[in-house]
């Protein structure tokens, strides 16, 4: 069994590989193209992971969170357009998604009346600024869902080949 690092503030690779208890070597020999000395590198901060080293650790670990949280918190671009997302139960974001939609099912009118003329005037700011942040919660609920979705699919908890084959209908 591996050995817990007592580091505080760990960061979420690390975490990754310690909740399924592999040892940096073992993790390697999982990951195979990333040498032990190279975990360590990454998951004390030394240097930061390849995007390619991601995909890899997300694959292997089954955590397609890895790959979110690399965008969000590594990547220069990402860091300004991929919101961090965090996991959550199924129920819960299906409900967080169906009330943006009945605050947004409220405001549809509203948000007509601001963009009818093409154009937003300082009485129709607030307003068109609620609406966006809802629209942004809503956003941030369906990556949420496609994450989990993702999860389940790498666990097993979901029948990939099932899914696939019912995607390629529609």
């Not at 195979?32 to 975990?39: F, G």
């Not at 990402?78 to 605050?103: C, H, R």
């Not at 369906?142 to 790498?154: D, I, K, P």
Request: aromatic share 6%; net charge negative.
């Amino acid at each position: 069994m591996a050995r817990t690092s007592t580091k505080e503030n760990k960061n979420l690779y690390h975490k990754t590989r310690e909740s399924l208890q592999l040892t940096r070597e073992a993790a390697s020999e999982l990951l195979e193209s990333i040498t032990p000395e190279r975990i360590e590198k990454i998951e004390n901060e030394r240097s930061l992971p390849h995007p390619d080293e991601v995909l890899v650790m997300a694959e292997k670990y089954k955590q397609p969170v890895l790959c979110n949280y690399y965008c969000a918190n590594q990547c220069p671009i990402g860091q300004q357009y991929v919101p961090e997302i965090k996991a959550k139960d199924l129920s819960q974001i299906v409900l967080e998604t169906l009330a943006s939609l009945n605050i947004l099912n409220k405001q549809k009118e509203r948000l007509i009346e601001i963009t009818v003329d093409g154009k937003i005037t300082g009485d129709e700011i607030e307003d068109f600024i609620f609406i966006q942040e809802e629209l942004e919660k809503i956003s941030i609920a369906v990556e949420t869902l496609q994450l989990w979705s993702e999860r389940m699919l790498a666990t097993g908890a979901i029948d990939a080949r099932q899914y696939e084959e019912y995607k390629k209908k529609r």
